[in-house]
């Protein structure tokens, strides 16, 4: 039962971690594609929020969930699956720190500019191309250690 608990929870934050970072790029993204300044304005600042909320938790359940059911499962460290899946989580998270970074002085940036009616500084601009980047890599390398826990191939 304790192994069955631990997937659970490894199942749970994992959905959390990936739908929260899938849905707030999506809305992000689409917002600023409006530059609607006070639109984009609430929408990072949620952004950001759901980030701390969700995502943060989440990546710390991750790896400790994961190496609890290695241990309970008596798999091998060694593992191929589970050497690309570390490998994977970590290229996701050398992408995301940097985007939480981003995120936080966009939202700054945005919230000045909507509180004094102006336009959002170019740097704003630089900072979502680098976003945008960021996240490529980041969603692909998850989609690939879902299927890698899943399927566990040898």
């Not at 689409?30 to 949620?46: C, G, H, K, P």
Request: with cysteine; net charge positive; proline share 4%.
């Amino acid at each position: 039962m304790e192994y069955l608990a631990i997937k659970w929870a490894h199942i749970l934050s994992a959905t959390l971690m990936f739908g929260t970072g899938f849905g707030t790029a999506f809305y992000m993204f689409f917002v600023n594609r409006t530059r609607n300044v006070q639109a984009i304005a609430v929408v990072t600042r949620l952004v950001a929020r759901a980030d701390w909320w969700f995502t943060t938790p989440s990546v710390i359940v991750q790896p400790l969930s994961g190496f609890w059911m290695i241990h309970l499962g008596g798999f091998a460290l060694s593992s191929r699956w589970i050497v690309w899946s570390f490998a994977l989580y970590l290229l996701a998270g050398a992408c995301w720190l940097p985007v939480v970074w981003l995120q936080l002085k966009m939202r700054d940036m945005a919230a000045h500019a909507a509180a004094n009616g102006a336009q959002l500084p170019a740097r704003y601009w630089r900072y979502e191309k680098i976003w945008t980047a960021l996240g490529f890599p980041a969603f692909i390398g998850l989609l690939v250690v879902y299927w890698l826990m899943v399927h566990k191939p040898a």
